[in-house]
């Protein structure tokens, strides 16, 4: 018998000063069996860092063929993709030909360093690679941060990130590697 996804259900408070952002937003997200809590908390992160109108999680661990998060225009063509992790090369050349912009958020302890510089000459030429790297520290703190129901505030401003709930705070200073 298959295990089922969990529901997670977010109220967001998002005030991205930086991108002069503010909401407050109802996320549903399905949580994979085999994701764990940092991976999920990291989606919520770059759901609400590249906020704007028509971005929606995708199938996610469920389908190669997606990312994580995307925006697609009315004619179907994908404006965003949203990566997490440390995939291989060939997925984000496949990713950058098929969207006008792709954003991958590193994340991952020992491993990011050692994965940049296996890559980074190969992605050097990808003009529409953004890549961003998330503390360790960090994302391990976010991680502690899951349950099904979750109320966070998301600050942005000079690129400093700090995510709250009703108990804990982290700070997060993203790394710009692309």
């Not at 991958?104 to 030429?125: P, R």
Request: charged content about 25%; hydrophobic content about 35%; proline content about 3%.
């Amino acid at each position: 018998m298959a295990l089922k996804s969990t529901i997670i259900k977010t109220q967001l408070s998002l005030s991205d000063m930086d991108r002069h952002v503010y909401q407050t937003l109802s996320v549903t997200v399905a949580q994979h069996p085999s994701e764990n809590e940092q991976r999920l908390m990291v989606r919520l992160l770059a759901y609400a860092l590249q906020y704007q109108e028509q971005l929606e999680f995708t199938k996610g661990l469920c389908a190669d063929d997606e990312p994580e998060i995307w925006v697609k225009n009315y004619s179907g063509e994908i404006e965003l993709w949203i990566e997490l992790g440390l995939p291989d090369e060939k997925r984000l050349k496949k990713a950058c030909n098929r969207s006008k912009r792709v954003v991958l958020y590193t994340y991952g302890e020992n491993t990011q360093a050692i994965w940049w510089q296996k890559n980074q000459s190969k992605l050097a030429h990808y003009n529409n690679l953004s890549i961003v790297s998330l503390p360790y520290s960090a994302t391990e703190q976010l991680a502690k941060m899951a349950a099904r129901s979750l109320s966070l505030t998301v600050t942005v401003q000079d690129g400093e990130i700090w995510v709250s709930d009703e108990q804990n705070s982290v700070h997060c200073t993203p790394e710009l590697l692309k």
